[in-house]
């Protein structure tokens, strides 16, 4: 897969969706992902109302500009198959730059912009294989989503930094490199593709358990989640982040240095 589709691990996601679908079902609900991504510049208006108009883009794609790259070509059969097998969750891929009418066609409100995705979004994934510091799967905080980290995120640790060691309802972190914590360095430099997934399975597994019993099933629930995520998205905002943390550098830099010379 392509750079973007490799570090997003976006087949992260659908293993996730995997365990999560039968406890759904189980309690009766139902799901939908809007997977957001594309390793291309946005399509043109023009070339998405034709997409649209000739096999329903973005619930169908086919594999040709201006529609699925190469990278995304690979990937879309997974979608595809997950479709296929899953009753209470659908996956759809829209890939394009935002969430408005020029952007993804005919279908979606005149009114509608990029924020009502975030006010809509009960769980936002970023299962990343590796992030220096994306900090954009946190942005449905203030919306009273839970978020899904993996731990190559640096914004989990941030996130850990913040929350002192309390429970911090909103945010999940997928512990895929502690998964592997056991193995020596040749095993892991030697590890197979089937050990691998077997290892994320695992993983995937325990964070679809985790997220099913936070998504909220009331309205108090989502009052919860809500006055919660506020809390912690409080605290990691850019005004805290540089009064808290950008400027006391700064200060200490421009300090004058104390200097000693031997005679």
């Known amino acids: 897969l392509g750079d973007v589709y490799k570090r997003q691990g976006f087949w992260r996601d659908l293993r996730v969706l995997e365990h999560l679908e039968p406890i759904l079902r189980r309690d009766g609900r139902t799901a939908v992902m809007f997977l957001l991504s594309t390793d291309l510049p946005g399509r043109l208006p023009e070339d998405v109302r034709r997409m649209e108009q000739r096999w329903h883009w973005p619930l169908a794609h086919r594999e040709r500009d201006p529609d699925l790259s190469f990278n995304e070509a690979e990937f879309y059969p997974g ?115 089937e050990h691998r997934e077997h290892l994320e399975n695992q993983v995937a597994r325990r964070v679809a358990a985790e997220l099913a019993a936070r998504l909220p099933a009331d309205e108090q629930a989502v009052e919860a989640l809500l006055g919660s995520g506020w809390e912690l998205a409080r605290q990691m905002s850019w005004d805290v982040v540089a009064a808290e943390r950008v400027m006391p550098a700064i200060e200490s830099l421009a300090r004058p240095q104390l200097r000693i010379h031997a005679a």
Request: proline fraction near 3%; charge should be negative; aromatic fraction near 8%.
């Open 79 to 193: 979608v595809q198959v997950f479709n296929a097998r899953s009753r209470q969750i659908k996956v759809v891929l829209v890939n394009q730059f935002g969430w408005d009418r020029q952007a993804c066609g005919e279908r979606m409100p005149a009114e509608m912009s990029f924020v009502d995705i975030r006010r809509g979004t009960d769980a936002e994934f970023g299962q990343s294989v590796y992030e220096p510091f994306g900090i954009s799967q946190l942005e449905p905080l203030t919306c009273g989503a839970v978020c899904v980290l993996s731990d190559a995120c640096g914004c989990a640790g941030f996130v850990e930094e913040v929350a002192g060691g309390a429970h911090v309802p909103n945010v999940i972190i997928a512990d895929y490199c502690g998964a592997a914590a056991a193995l020596t360095t040749e095993a892991l430099l030697g590890m197979s593709m």
